[in-house]
């Protein structure tokens, strides 16, 4: 049986401000985490905020968004940026771990790409996967897990009650 999860919050910033609160509880636990999250800088005005993640979990910030100008519509995420944030997060993943986070199964991964390979490795090791998504990418995500996925509610306190449950038996 897989432990894996995914949840989505809908406010601004939300999503990634659970999953960073996740990842330090279930550390301050003890526990080895793997994966990124993601913080958000530069949102105290109506701008496009700058998205960095954190390799966990102590392993580098890397910015992730790409400034494409004032009046730019279309898709900030570096791939570059995101190609080394990738590779740290598979090195982590030589070393032993109970638990991986991805702030976002997004676009790359339901194509097949970003952190899908990694978050297939680490739910195979037995590792407790959670995965924040949006409702455009959930169903990807309930395939990528083969309907193995649990949608848990996007708060901190569903998250543990979830973790603890399938790391029970």
């Keep these: 049986m897989l432990k894996i999860a995914y949840t989505m919050a809908h406010g601004r910033g939300e999503l ?5 609160e996740l990842a330090q509880r279930l550390q301050a636990r003890g526990l080895k985490t ?13 701008q ?9 979990p102590d392993g580098p910030m890397i910015r992730i968004s790409q400034f494409l100008g004032k009046e ?3 898709c900030r995420l570096d791939p570059d940026a995101m190609a080394t944030a990738v590779a740290e997060v598979e090195r982590s993943l030589a ?3 109970d638990v991986f986070l991805l702030n976002k199964f997004g676009k790359q991964e339901a194509e097949g790409r970003g952190f899908r390979d990694l978050l297939a ?3 195979a ?3 407790t996967v959670i995965a924040g998504t949006n409702p455009l990418n959930a169903k990807m995500f309930e395939e990528f897990a083969d309907g193995e996925a649990a949608c848990v509610d996007a708060d901190i306190d569903a998250l543990i009650s979830w973790y603890d449950a399938v790391n029970a038996a």
């Design 16 to 20: 990634d401000l659970l999953l960073a």
């Design 34 to 46: 793997r994966g990124i999250v993601q913080i958000n800088s530069g949102c105290e005005t109506d």
């Design 48 to 56: 496009k905020c700058d998205m960095d993640v954190q390799v966990l």
């Design 72 to 74: 730019a519509r279309g």
């Design 95 to 97: 070393n032993p771990f």
């Design 121 to 123: 490795e680490a739910a």
């Design 125 to 127: 090791s037995g590792a």
